[in-house]
């Protein structure tokens, strides 16, 4: 039977995936494994987050974290914004790893990179987590300015993607 993408999750196998990796690739391979083993099928997970030079790469791979468990996207953003208040060199990048798990091997993975920096203020509506305030290298507006369409061509998790094919 195959399952759609968003069919199967960490919580329909019974255990919660802990995300205590050092590194995105960890995260994503511990993810893929636990449902590979679940199903029996051939599984993909990410893990990703977003490295900020003048922060000497936080939030990075507790980004969703970084501001509390129960953060929304507003929270985690402003505190962005207020550890970032003064700083004129705001390089950042977002950074996805991709693990690929066939049925009993070992996790193989990729890692995709979108650069850019970030913005003083938020601006769009479109995207999640730090999207409004993400402007990628080569564009003027943020992510969640740009659209799906777009950042779904250029995004880290795009990038990840496209080299994960080999692995399939």
Known sequence: MLRSPSSVTGGDSGAKVVEDGKTYMENAAKKASVIAEYTGYLTLADDAGLEVDALNGVPGINSKRWAGEDATDAIRIAKLLQALEGVTDRRARFVAAIAVVHPDSTPEGVLGVCDGHIRHAPVGESGFG????????????????????????ISHRAKALEQALALL
Do not use: C, M, S, W
Not at 130 to 153: C, H, M, S, W
């Open 130 to 153: 730090y999207d409004p305030v993400f402007v990628p290298d080569g564009y003027e507006q943020t992510f969640a300015e740009l659209g799906e369409e777009i950042k779904n061509r």
